[in-house]
């Protein structure tokens, strides 16, 4: 009888054991496929009264913020913006970096993720790439506003004509050009590929508008085995080829600045050092979109779990460190060998009417991640990662506008030296804040946010075995 006691509550310690994985881990709380897709179909169907408020408000915001204002500098011309000499380049650029660095997480988690099989980036890579395309967008949209005659823009572009007239390649606009589309293209692509499937059981599910709309988009997909076996390659392909695109990218936005000979932007590191930035931002960025979705859209708490919180704050806590080791090594080097305007530049980042932003910048970036994302269980809250990952961006934006508009002020002509005072750029940063917001919105109705299939992939892939006493997780490859 002792012996069936005993044997019982091993059996139900088990059985506890078991169950605390499965409610902790999505890999290993697995649903009927049907089902999944009801949730998410569900969850794109189910829109309140709330949802079209901000919606509407947000539509109101692009239309004055963006569209409105960005007509009225049309007509003024770029006189009505803070740029004039000394800082040439203002929050125009300052949003250009802002955005490409956005865009950067998209690439790093879904890319560089299934490249090394973490596994617990299945139920959100689709969010980060939408996040890539959307930030692109509105960097373009950023180097279109810094033009001032944006209908001239096709001059950037190599167009054979009989005035032989070729774009000027020692331009930073067509270094950014070339990286905005290339990035673009390939990011879209790439986000495209897994998509296809999810717009397939959306075709099955749909009717009306919506059922052409997904028919159109899912290329006929059926499911069939060599289907999947061309799209598994394509992926594949996509995924390593994406990644030093994604590298390449930020690299080109540095050498904007580096390739000057101006007082502070003559770094060895700014490459590196932009590239780690971007995938500050960018995590930032990401971790807010999930908390966000996790919270307002119905069915998501199954999906994204506390465990996808707590595996992201890891990584922005390495981030975190890798920035900051970056920053204090093109800080030092600079003062240590700089020459006296480099010197006045650094003095003045930190004691000039805008110290408050460099202090500030070394917060937000540095102390609070540091401070909060050590501890196992803050990384697993939601709302606290929404919290670290806004202070992140906000700090990251002052990072980018300290070394653009800030940096300019100082050059080896004291007498043109002038605080930059932002002028209309404001008003068209908030839109393209805006429009940022709003095409997720309208996304996060049109298409599945969660990919179902990879989901169902990685919880067929996983299982518990027992050796002994112990339960483990195991992985099985699949083909």
């Known amino acids: 009888m002792a012996d069936n006691q005993n044997r019982n509550g091993v059996a139900h310690d088990n059985g506890s054991h078991e169950e605390h994985f499965r409610e902790k881990h999505l890999m290993l709380d697995p649903m009927p496929r049907g089902k999944m897709n009801e949730m998410v179909m569900d969850a794109m169907h189910t829109t309140s009264w709330k949802f079209w408020l901000v919606f509407g408000m947000l539509a109101a915001l ?12 049309i007509l003024e011309g770029l006189g009505v913006a803070g740029v004039n000499r000394p800082a040439y380049w203002g929050i125009f650029l300052v949003n250009t970096v802002f955005w490409i660095g956005i865009s950067h997480a998209g690439t790093f988690i879904s890319a560089i993720l299934r490249v090394f099989k973490a596994e617990y980036r299945r139920p959100f890579t689709r969010a980060a790439e939408l996040m890539t395309t959307f930030g692109l967008i509105q960097a373009g949209f950023s180097i279109f506003m810094h033009m001032g005659r944006v209908w001239l823009s096709y001059w950037l572009m190599p167009i054979p004509n009989q005035r032989e007239l070729w774009p000027n390649f020692h331009s930073p606009l067509s270094w950014d050009l070339l990286a905005i589309t ?20 959306a075709r099955d599910r749909s009717d009306g508008w919506r059922k052409t709309f997904y028919k159109v988009l899912a290329l006929g997909f059926r499911g069939t085995e060599g289907e999947w076996v061309h799209l598994r390659n394509a992926m594949n392909i996509f995924a390593f080829a994406i990644i030093p695109v994604m590298f390449s990218v ?22 590196p050092y932009f590239v780690i930035g971007a995938l500050h931002s960018g995590m930032g960025a990401v971790v807010m979109v999930l908390a966000v979705v996790r919270g307002t859209m119905k069915n998501m708490k199954y999906f994204i779990r506390p465990e996808h919180f707590e595996a992201i704050g890891k990584l922005m806590l390495i981030i975190s460190m890798s920035w900051g080791y970056f920053f204090f090594n093109d800080y030092l080097v600079q003062w240590y060998g700089g020459d006296k305007w480099t010197k006045q530049l650094l003095h003045w980042h930190e004691a000039g009417p805008m110290g408050w932003m460099w202090f500030a910048m070394l917060l937000f970036n540095v102390v609070i991640p540091w401070g909060v994302l050590w501890n196992r269980k803050w990384r697993s809250m939601p709302w606290l990662l929404f919290t670290v990952g806004l202070l992140i961006n906000v ?24 605080l930059y005072e932002p002028g209309i750029e404001v ?22 946010l969660i990919p179902v299939w ?20 195991t992985v099985s490859e699949l083909e």
Not at 62 to 73: E, R, T
Not at 395 to 404: K, L, N, Q, S
Not at 454 to 473: I, N, P
Request: charged fraction near 10%; charge should be positive; proline fraction near 5%.
């Open 62 to 73: 692009v239309a004055y913020a963006l569209f409105y204002k960005w007509g009225v500098m």
């Open 182 to 201: 290339t990035y673009l293209l390939g990011s879209t692509m790439y986000l495209f590929l897994p998509l296809i499937p999810d717009l397939a059981m």
């Open 250 to 271: 930020h690299t080109i936005v540095s050498w904007d600045f580096a390739m000057a000979t101006r007082p502070g932007w003559s770094s060895t590191v700014f490459g």
């Open 395 to 418: 700090g990251m934006w002052f990072e980018r506008y300290i070394i653009i508009p800030i940096s300019l002020t100082i050059n080896r002509m004291p007498f043109t030296w002038r």
């Open 427 to 448: 008003w068209l940063g908030i839109g393209t804040l805006a429009f940022f917001i709003l095409l997720y919105m309208a996304a996060s109705k049109l298409i599945p």
């Open 454 to 473: 990879e989901v169902q992939e990685g919880q067929m892939a996983h299982s518990l075995k027992k050796f002994g006493r112990e339960t483990v997780v």
